[in-house]
């Protein structure tokens, strides 16, 4: 297995890196992927693999055992692996966006020396406990409370949803919770370092999903859950703020992920196309299938000038939420589309679990909905627009 060189940071290292998790997509990823999504099965030999190359620690420095590069790599990785497969490519994008990066943004040097270097390794797995149940958009509806107790604090509630929060490695959960009122009667709302194996601290069984049928999504709940107070992470009060921050990053992540969906999408119908014949000839001599996919092949590549344009102003320091939420909008529509428009290039056998594209088709569906509706990207774009 080739690993990822330390700080990806050159145009020549970032080509390099996306060689490199091409190569492993396809030659690791795609044989074996079709029958563990069958069997809704976790690939932690594939998690493993990843951990060993070096892309759980992709945007983490040196010193916390990452390999000192940027989101920017990041992003490139996810997108060749989303390429083959999304649950793969999901994993390593909650395992970085929403387990590490809180820890690695706003944690103390003790939290991550504590944590990240596994995570990074990909030895363990980290998670971000924000939605709840009736809550959805309005992370702000948050119920879960945390209480000072002495020097510990207990936490009520429960979560949903929360991708990477059961599995075998699972080492943390950073929860946000209500931790008292602010001056202006709105809840204050903090994030606390929950480990696994906490007494009072349970997921439920993973649930039964359309799509990413190979990543692990559970429902959390916390009773009576004591943590020292150290595990606050970042200031007390800050944490719904916090969690904006890293959505925002996030949102470029999945607008990659969802490029790679869309270009895998194409890369299927190309190859099907040359080989499947109707009425005597390949089915990609008809103009019906070269239009179709031509409007796919338009759609990848404008997602992915979005996200790389969203990352870019990212990394230099620029103000990127409104192009963060066009990257996402744009890039998850463009999954969406191309997911369809592949199955019926397939015919019947889209339909089938055989071809990749029925899978793409179940897995796209999320891209709109997670870190961030549709609705939620636009009505983001319209507040920057000063409406």
């Known amino acids: 297995m080739t690993a990822v060189e330390s700080t990806v940071t050159s145009p020549e290292e970032y080509e390099a890196l996306r060689a490199t998790v091409e190569d492993f997509a396809r ?39 990452g390999m000192g590069g940027d989101y920017y790599a990041l992003c490139l990785a996810l997108e060749e692996l989303a390429r083959v497969d999304s649950s793969v490519a999901i994993t390593l994008e909650a395992g970085v966006s929403l387990g590490a990066m809180p820890i690695y943004r706003f944690g103390t040097d003790e939290q991550r020396a504590r944590w990240l270097p596994d995570i990074a390794a990909g030895r363990t797995l980290g998670a971000f406990g924000l939605t709840e149940s009736g809550g959805g958009s309005d992370a702000g509806a948050t119920r879960t409370t945390a209480k000072l107790d002495g020097d510990e604090w207990v936490i009520n509630g429960s979560k949903c949803f929360i991708t990477n929060s059961g599995t075998d490695i699972t080492s ?98 190309l190859r099907y196309a040359r080989e499947r014949e109707a009425f005597g000839h390949p089915i990609g001599d008809y ?40 990257a996402k909008l744009v890039a998850s529509n463009a999954a969406m589309d191309n997911s369809r428009d592949a199955t019926q290039v397939f015919g019947g056998y889209g339909f089938m679990n055989e071809y990749p594209v029925g899978r793409f088709y179940r897995d796209a569906k999320i891209l709109e909905i997670g870190e961030g509706t549709s609705e939620v990207q636009r009505m983001l774009i319209a507040r920057h627009l000063g409406l």
Not at 51 to 63: R, V
């Open 287 to 326: 103009q019906a299938i070269q239009f179709k996919i031509a409007d796919m092949e338009v759609r990848a590549h404008t997602a992915r000038l979005a996200w790389r344009h969203a990352a870019e102003k990212m990394l230099r320091g620029e103000p990127f939420k409104k192009e963060a939420a066009i």
């Open 172 to 269: 943390v959960v950073t929860v946000t919770a209500v931790t008292g009122e602010k001056s202006d009667g709105k809840k204050e709302i903090s994030a606390i370092l929950v480990p696994s194996g906490t007494p009072g601290f349970s997921v439920s069984e993973k649930y039964s999903k359309v799509g990413w049928n190979c990543s692990d999504t559970r429902e959390l709940f916390f009773d009576d859950v004591r943590v020292p107070v150290g595990n606050l992470l970042g200031e007390k009060g800050r944490g719904y703020a916090q969690f904006l921050s890293i959505l925002d990053e996030g949102r470029i992540a999945i607008a990659a992920l969802s490029v790679g969906l869309a270009q895998g999408c194409v890369d299927e119908s």
């Open 27 to 65: 030659k690791e990823v795609a044989p074996v992927i079709g029958d563990l999504y069958i069997r809704e099965e976790f690939p932690y030999d594939l998690v493993a693999a990843m951990g060993g190359m070096g892309l759980f620690g992709l945007p983490i420095s040196e010193s916390y055992g």
